[in-house]
């Protein structure tokens, strides 16, 4: 072993079976990765670990559930300690999941050979937000309670088969026992086995395509992954060990008084990367909110890695020069659009008053006056940008992401009591 390289602890062997000898000089720089996958799995560990110390004391009965929280913070050893960096993690794993996802999809490497990670990748986003959903019922306080009752309630109203699904999560017409037994066999035995599958299928795919995507216009030398990327891995690691460990000491979790089933906060809010999705609800008929919109996004995010891409541009951020521009004037349209039409609709326009049938005034008219303006903003980039179909997906994926963004900000920040906007 030469002098350079760094002496194998658990840690370092641990990353060192994860990798090939030698790696692509390009495709180790923070700035290609920023480490966010790496992150992501660094947290997942951290989760199951300080998951499965929760479970020793853990009660999954709405009698005992809140109260053996409560003991395993004040009567444990690092209770406290444990329950926060549980709670931070996942918060913060939701929204490293979600930039390593914007950093895929800007670099250009979710095409060809990577266009299965793509989606092995939404399913662990959908599994990542099917932990965080789970867990958050655990405390069985009164912002969990009640949040899973909103989301159930939301649920309810996809068409056709919303009750039914609902009624099958819950266990039941209402949120009970049951539906805490479920969620904690979903949140500690099943979810784990699934997420693991796909992490295991997510990296082989990525060992499969030779490493994470490199742009080949610049000058690539092979090096030896021991000290050069374990090394950046060590850090990013330890640096991510450090956050989450120093605002777990810093940072309760919240925990209410114990779930009421009487007694409903006012307002009464999904979990916080949901409230994007209740956003849309508030502003939109029940069927374009829970049926139209997402599935169209869901074909819109199979359809992105099917269109061929010229060879030389895959693992470009952002594609080319005038996709930057485009990413730019899709933010500032998406912002100004998203919050000018909640304006709108809180202050001005009741379309519920009309006098048509409410999938039109509330459903039809409100989203048209959305994609209008959105089709007329892809109609000039495609004319006068002249923007190829790459660049017109960047666009309009820009302004799926930014939207969602903005009504997550609305719904966080701004709808206190009976969801109305205040300020
Ligand atoms: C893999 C094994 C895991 C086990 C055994 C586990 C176990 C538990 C237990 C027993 C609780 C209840 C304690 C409490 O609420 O304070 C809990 C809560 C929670 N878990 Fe997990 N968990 C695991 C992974 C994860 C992952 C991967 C995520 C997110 C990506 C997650 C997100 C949450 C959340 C948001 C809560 C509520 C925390 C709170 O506010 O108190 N868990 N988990
Ligand atoms: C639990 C969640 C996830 C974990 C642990 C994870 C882990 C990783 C790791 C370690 C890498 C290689 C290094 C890096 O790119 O940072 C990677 C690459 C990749 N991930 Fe993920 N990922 C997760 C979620 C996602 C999501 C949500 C997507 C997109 C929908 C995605 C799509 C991809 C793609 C396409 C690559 C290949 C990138 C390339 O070749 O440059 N992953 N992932």
Same mark, same amino acid.
Request: overall charge positive.
């Given at each position: 072993?030469?002098?350079?390289?760094?002496?194998?602890?658990?840690?370092?062997?641990?990353l060192?079976h994860?990798?090939?000898?030698?790696?692509?000089? &390009?495709?180790?720089?923070?700035t290609r990765t920023f !480490?966010?996958?790496?992150?992501?799995?660094?947290?997942?560990?951290?989760?199951?670990?300080?998951?499965?110390?929760?479970?020793?004391?853990?009660?999954?009965?709405? &009698?005992?559930?809140?109260?053996?929280?409560?003991?395993?913070?004040?009567n444990?050893?690092? !209770?406290?300690?444990?329950?926060?960096?549980?709670?931070?993690?996942?918060?913060?794993m939701?929204i490293t999941?979600?930039l390593?996802?914007?950093?895929?999809? *800007?670099?250009?490497?979710i095409?060809?050979?990577?266009?299965?990670?793509?989606?092995? !990748?939404?399913?662990?986003?959908?599994?990542v937000?099917?932990?965080?959903?789970?867990?958050?019922?655990?405390?069985?306080?009164?912002?969990?309670?009640?949040?899973?009752?909103?989301?159930?309630?939301?649920? #309810? *109203?996809?068409?056709?088969?919303? #009750?039914?699904?609902?009624?099958?999560?819950r266990?039941?017409?209402?949120?009970?026992?049951?539906t805490?037994?479920?969620? *904690?066999? +979903?949140?500690?035995?099943?979810?784990?086995i699934?997420?693991?599958?796909?992490?295991?299928?997510?990296?082989?795919?990525?060992?499969?395509?030779?490493?994470?995507?490199?742009?080949?216009?610049?000058?690539?030398?092979m090096?030896?992954?021991?000290?050069?990327?374990?090394?950046? #891995?060590?850090?990013?690691?330890?640096?991510?060990?450090?956050?989450?460990i +120093?605002?777990g000491?810093?940072?309760?979790?919240?925990?209410?008084?114990?779930?009421?089933?009487?007694?409903?906060?006012?307002?009464?809010?999904?979990?916080?990367?949901?409230?994007g999705?209740?956003?849309?609800?508030?502003?939109?008929?029940?069927?374009?909110a829970?049926?139209?919109?997402?599935?169209?996004?869901?074909f819109?995010?199979?359809?992105?890695?099917?269109?061929?891409?010229?060879?030389?541009?895959? !693992?470009?951020? +952002?594609?080319? &020069?005038?996709?930057?521009?485009?990413?730019?004037?899709?933010?500032?349209?998406?912002?100004?659009?998203?919050?000018l039409?909640?304006?709108?609709?809180?202050?001005?326009?009741?379309l519920?008053?009309?006098?048509?049938?409410?999938f039109?005034?509330?459903?039809?008219?409100?989203? +048209?006056m959305?994609?209008i303006?959105?089709?007329?903003f892809?109609?000039?980039?495609?004319?006068?940008?002249?923007?190829?179909?790459?660049?017109?997906?960047?666009?309009?994926?820009?302004?799926?992401f930014?939207?969602y963004?903005?009504?997550?900000?609305?719904?966080?920040?701004?709808?206190? &009591?009976?969801m109305?906007?205040?300020?």
């Open positions: 072993m030469g002098n350079d390289k760094i002496k194998h602890s658990v840690l370092t062997g641990f060192l994860l990798h090939p000898k030698k790696v692509n000089s &390009e495709a180790i720089k923070y !480490g966010l996958g790496g992150i992501n799995i660094l947290l997942f560990v951290i989760l199951a670990f300080t998951g499965l110390l929760l479970r020793f004391s853990y009660m999954p009965t709405p &009698e005992r559930a809140y109260d053996s929280i409560v003991s395993f913070q004040n444990t050893l690092f !209770g406290s300690l444990i329950r926060n960096i549980h709670h931070w993690s996942a918060m913060f939701v999941t979600f390593h996802l914007l950093r895929v999809f *800007y670099s250009q490497s095409y060809y050979e990577r266009k299965k990670n793509w989606y092995y !990748g939404l399913i662990l986003l959908l599994v937000l099917a932990f965080n959903f789970t867990g958050y019922l655990l405390p069985w306080d009164q912002l969990s309670y009640w949040a899973v009752t909103i989301m159930t309630n939301i649920i #309810e *109203y996809v068409p056709f088969v919303g #009750e039914w699904l609902a009624n099958l999560i266990g039941g017409e209402i949120v009970n026992e049951n805490l037994l479920n969620f *904690y066999n +979903f949140h500690t035995a099943l979810l784990p699934l997420s693991t599958v796909f992490v295991v299928l997510h990296f082989w795919l990525i060992r499969k395509a030779k490493g994470v995507t490199v742009a080949n216009n610049n000058e690539q030398k090096v030896n992954v021991n000290p050069a990327l374990i090394s950046k #891995e060590v850090i990013v690691a330890l640096f991510t060990l450090a956050v989450v +120093f605002i000491l810093f940072f309760n979790a919240p925990l209410l008084e114990k779930a009421n089933p009487m007694v409903s906060p006012n307002p009464s809010k999904a979990p916080w990367y949901f409230l999705f209740q956003e849309l609800l508030i502003n939109l008929h029940p069927i374009i829970t049926l139209i919109i997402p599935s169209a996004l869901t819109f995010f199979i359809f992105i890695p099917k269109v061929s891409i010229k060879n030389e541009k895959v !693992g470009r951020w +952002f594609y080319s &020069e005038k996709g930057k521009r485009i990413i730019v004037y899709s933010v500032l349209f998406a912002v100004v659009t998203t919050s039409l909640i304006l709108i609709l809180e202050y001005w326009l009741h519920n008053k009309l006098d048509i049938p409410l039109i005034s509330t459903g039809i008219i409100p989203l +048209f959305y994609l303006p959105a089709g007329t892809i109609f000039i980039l495609k004319k006068k940008l002249k923007a190829d179909k790459i660049e017109l997906i960047l666009a309009l994926a820009t302004i799926i930014t939207s963004i903005v009504m997550s900000f609305v719904g966080i920040w701004l709808r206190g &009591e009976a109305h906007l205040i300020f």
